[in-house]
């Protein structure tokens, strides 16, 4: 069973911003695109970032507005989410997830497995 792990969520205050982090217990995802998406109380789950499985691609979800960067480390088997100028609308639970190919990608149903989400938490 591969495990991912996301961490670096916290409670920050608006214009601030938080680097969060995800791995895989099983290196599962070294070869495949990874995503991140987030979910607010009452809403559906929604995309945020993706990479490829290089680095070479990355898509971004319009909303961002440009204040998010997705990178990932091979070697170390981590991948990052950069958070910045965060608002309060930005809170939510962020949830790493492995994608079944190579590519990045933004609709759920491209990703195998997904990690138990990190809180993040926006003040204004």
């Known amino acids: 069973q591969v495990q991912v792990i996301e961490s670096g969520g916290g409670l920050v205050q608006a214009g601030g911003s938080l680097n969060l982090s995800c791995t895989d217990s099983r290196r599962a995802s070294s070869n495949n695109g990874m995503g991140w998406f987030r979910q607010a109380p009452g809403k559906e789950r929604e995309f945020v970032a993706s990479i490829s499985w290089n680095g070479d691609s990355t898509l971004y979800a319009d909303s961002n507005e440009g204040r998010v960067t997705i990178s990932r480390n091979r070697g170390k088997n981590m991948v990052y989410l950069q958070l910045k100028n965060l608002k309060p609308e930005d809170t939510a639970t962020y949830y790493c997830?492995?994608?079944?190919?190579?590519?990045?990608?933004?609709?759920?149903?491209?990703?195998?497995?997904w990690g138990q989400g990190t809180q993040v938490i926006v003040s204004s």
């Open positions: 997830a492995v994608a079944l190919s190579s590519s990045a990608a933004t609709l759920r149903s491209r990703y195998r497995y």
